[in-house]
């Protein structure tokens, strides 16, 4: 069973071709219900004509709004991983930098602890050479001495 079409409301729906979502949905609803008849007059073929190339076109350029909502927002997604990659590639470099950093200082921290002990060992050395020379010089006041006294 095909419903009936009120030309007249569907006129006035043509006339102020509004842009309420509801009333275009409901008569593409009674226009996508509706079988032709073969009893419709010409002046109602051409409404129901003209309402449905209103329904197309509406039908169009939502389509084409929603695709460049679409690539619009298509567009911000691919800039914001570009963004992010590149954020994780400084952070990656920025954590390659703090490790290298921190290998440095224990081999820095290795090196020094070398270091120390070169230290230490040359201070053992040195007190040992002071140590020997404390002794020469008090074999040379002995010897001094002696010659000083063996000439007296």
Known sequence: ???????????????NQTDDISSIYLWYEKL???????????????TIFHAMKFLMSFSFTAAEELREVAEREAVAMAEKEEAWEEQKIALKEELDTLRERITV??????????FRAQIDSLREENRELEKTNRDRDREMADLRDRSICGSL
């Open 1 to 15: 069973m095909t419903q009936q079409i009120n030309y007249s409301a569907l006129n006035d729906f043509l006339d």
């Open 32 to 46: 996508s219900e509706y079988d032709l008849e073969g009893n419709e007059s010409p002046a109602e073929l051409e």
């Open 105 to 114: 200082s224990a081999e820095a921290g290795d090196s020094t602890e070398a």
